[in-house]
């Protein structure tokens, strides 16, 4: 009788957490979906005929080559490539560094030192956008306006692509490890003994086993940064200037990318010129996914490779 009484109660105990959890899960994939259809809704109006501030032709909006919100010119077309340019660019910078400091911090370093390069890690990862933007225009253009008159190269004080890419590098650089660190720590402590075993030396089984067993926790970190690249705008704008065409190939040329297009003007609250940043923000939707696929579709040659 008492087990039976115990048991129902577990029964209905169980049952209410399990409500609360579907409450909460239904109330967070609510207010995501609310979230992409409202973009989606202001995103799309400035394309339809009955547009009250005048319609704009979506063709000339995807594949434009100029960005005049004076001249009511909305062409999103070298912003995309931009953005594509500084994130991958980023990330090709990033990665690799990011990857090894992971395996230096869990598999070399000392204990002493692995905790506080790890308390660095994570310290960086909390640093506010505006921070490292003004690390940026006070540190960065500085060192990019030097490098340029290296090579007689001028400048518009040092805000250009590759301030932009510095300072995305360095941005997404503590998420990335943040992961790796993670995903080679779960690495099964027998795949390394097995491979020492067999003769292997402590750096080959570090980067032919360790690394290649973690590869799907460092890729989901390469996602994330990448996402984080893509997604920043504060501190992009502080360096990027305010290409008004392009696309921008010349790493000391000022740019432009869809979130420091968003920000820009960011006063208005109706209109043509807010609605359409509303469009941006669908355009950098289908750029992030776009690149998660990419970087998903590596990961699995990656992994076919090994």
């Not at 506010?128 to 008159?149: C, D, E, N, Q, T």
């Not at 997404?172 to 995903?183: G, K, L, N, Q, V």
């Not at 402590?189 to 075993?197: G, I, V």
């Not at 032919?208 to 984080?228: C, D, E, P, Q």
């Amino acid at each position: 009788m008492y087990n039976k009484a115990f048991e129902d109660r577990n029964k209905i105990i169980d049952k209410i957490f399990k409500f609360i959890f579907m409450a909460g899960a239904v109330i967070s994939s609510s207010f995501i979906v609310i979230l992409v259809l409202f973009i989606f809704m202001k995103g799309i109006s400035p394309f339809l005929p009955n547009y009250q501030y005048g319609q704009v032709n979506l063709l000339d909006f995807i594949f434009g080559m100029t960005y005049r919100q004076d001249k009511k010119i909305y062409g999103v077309g070298f912003i995309v490539i931009n953005t594509f340019i500084s994130g991958f660019a980023s990330l090709l910078l990033s990665f690799p560094i990011s990857t090894l400091c992971a395996l230096f911090i869990v598999k070399i370093a000392p204990k002493r030192a692995s905790e506080i390069m790890k308390s660095v890690v994570e310290l960086l990862a909390s640093v506010p956008s505006i921070v490292y933007g003004v690390f940026g225009s006070g540190i960065i253009v500085h060192l990019v306006m030097k490098l340029a008159a290296i090579f007689n190269i001028t400048t518009a004080g040092g805000s250009s692509l590759l301030a932009v890419i510095l300072l995305l590098a360095i941005m997404i650089f503590p998420t990335i490890t943040s992961m790796a660190i993670t995903a080679i720590q779960a690495v099964d402590k027998d795949l390394e003994n097995a491979s020492l075993a067999l003769g292997a030396t402590k750096t080959q089984t570090n980067f032919k086993v360790v690394l290649t067993s973690a590869k799907s926790g460092i890729f989901a970190g390469a996602i994330l940064g990448l996402g984080r690249a893509f997604g920043e705008a504060t501190a992009v704008s502080m360096v990027a200037g305010n290409k008004l065409y392009g696309p921008t190939f010349n790493l000391f040329d000022i740019t432009r990318t869809l979130t420091s297009t968003m920000l820009a003007g960011l006063k208005e609250t109706s209109g043509l010129d807010y609605d359409i940043r509303f469009s941006v923000g669908i355009v950098l939707l289908v750029v992030i996914f776009v690149s998660n696929f990419i970087l998903n579709k590596v990961k699995d040659k990656v992994g076919n490779m090994s």
